[in-house]
């Protein structure tokens, strides 16, 4: 890790540990802190209203601050939407990742007299992103969404500029759809976006989009929702315009059978053809804990709550339940966390 990424790892740490000091008896009379994920801050705030065996305090600074915080120990459990890379997991120092909960991420624009459910593809995006599609009004758009009047207004990417699980299952997804964008610039919690503007957490790219005529990003879909956006409806491999609604995401997470790897980092991007009812751009949350904690009987009840009862609170946020082979492996996994 180079010396910029190292200063800006440990700003967020000395960040968290701020913010946690800053309510020392909440602390205190605490049993659990975590941080990370701004993605599934709706869904963790939920639980931490609704499960009565210890109190859990959770704070949304972004995937990549919950990776810093839980390598640092300066929290109980961390939370990200991207899965960790190996240096991560060897910095961390026995640490295991466990999937949580499951959503979509959506793409909002604010484009001048255009309505709800703009057809994009995953190239078209990939090109917009790489600075080929400069224009609303370009052929390409043009082409999949006739009869909508598109004006010739100047398209402005938005990206997050903090180290993001969103821009990890963005980028993810470009990354399968799109040979240039995976060559040039891969997926990633903070790639090199070429071109664009940038803005800092969930909150900061919604905000930057309500500003921006022509603007054009990606956020959950809560965001979304709640900042009454208008949503692109994108094409699935099967072929079919899907919005992130609950039936869609369902399908994306229904089509998750087999689990291909042994460190619970499984991919919802760009699902099976053969579910063509699922939105195409889906992601897992993950909660980060140490295998070995003085903190593990609370832990593990708590996440095993999350898991179980906990998924209830869910589709009002739009998450939808594990898919039941993903929830067997997260309790397995629960299992091996120890004092």
């Known amino acids: 890790m180079n010396r910029k990424r190292t200063s800006a790892a440990v700003l967020v740490v000395l960040a968290v540990a701020a913010s946690f000091a800053g309510v020392s008896t909440a602390r205190q009379s605490a049993s659990l802190t975590g941080a990370g994920s701004t993605f599934v801050v709706p869904l963790v705030s939920q639980w931490t209203s ?31 939407d991207a899965p960790m890379t190996p240096d991560q997991f060897s910095a961390c120092k026995g640490c295991v990742q466990i999937p949580w909960a499951f959503s979509a991420t959506s793409i909002p624009y604010n484009v001048s007299g255009v309505s709800y459910g703009l057809k994009l ?12 599609i400069k224009k609303w009004n370009d052929s390409r758009i043009k082409a999949i969404n006739p009869g909508v009047n598109l004006p010739g207004e100047d398209i402005t990417p938005i990206y997050r500029s903090d180290g993001s699980g969103t821009s990890y299952n963005f980028t993810d997804y470009l990354s399968h759809v799109s040979k240039e964008w995976k060559n040039k610039i891969g ?13 800092r957490g969930s909150s900061g790219v919604a905000a930057k989009l309500s500003s921006t005529p022509g603007g054009i ?28 609604g609950l039936k869609q995401i369902q399908a994306a997470a229904n089509s998750i059978i087999k689990l291909r790897n042994s ?5 919802a991007v760009d699902p099976n053809p053969r579910a063509p009812k699922a939105y195409p751009i889906c992601t897992f949350t ?28 869910g589709p009002k946020l739009l998450f939808v339940p594990l898919p039941d082979a993903v929830k067997k492996q997260s309790r397995k996994t629960l299992t091996r966390i120890h004092t």
């Open 263 to 267: 460190q619970n980092a499984f991919t």
């Open 286 to 313: 993950w909660a980060i804990v140490p295998l070995k904690t003085s903190k593990a009987p609370e832990l593990k009840k708590f996440i095993d709550w999350a898991l179980t009862k906990g998924q209830s609170f």
């Open 50 to 80: 609704n499960y009565h065996a210890s109190q859990v305090n959770y704070s949304g600074i972004g995937s990549g601050g919950g990776i810093a915080a839980i390598t640092a120990r300066t929290v109980d459990f961390g939370a990200s």
């Open 187 to 199: 997926k990633g919690t903070q790639p090199s976006f070429p071109t664009g503007v940038g803005a």
């Open 217 to 244: 990003t990606y956020v959950d879909v809560a965001y979304s929702l709640k900042n009454k956006f208008k949503i692109a409806k994108l094409k699935n491999r099967a072929g079919k315009y899907q919005l992130p």
């Open 121 to 132: 593809t995953g190239p078209i995006l990939a090109n917009i992103y790489l600075g080929k």
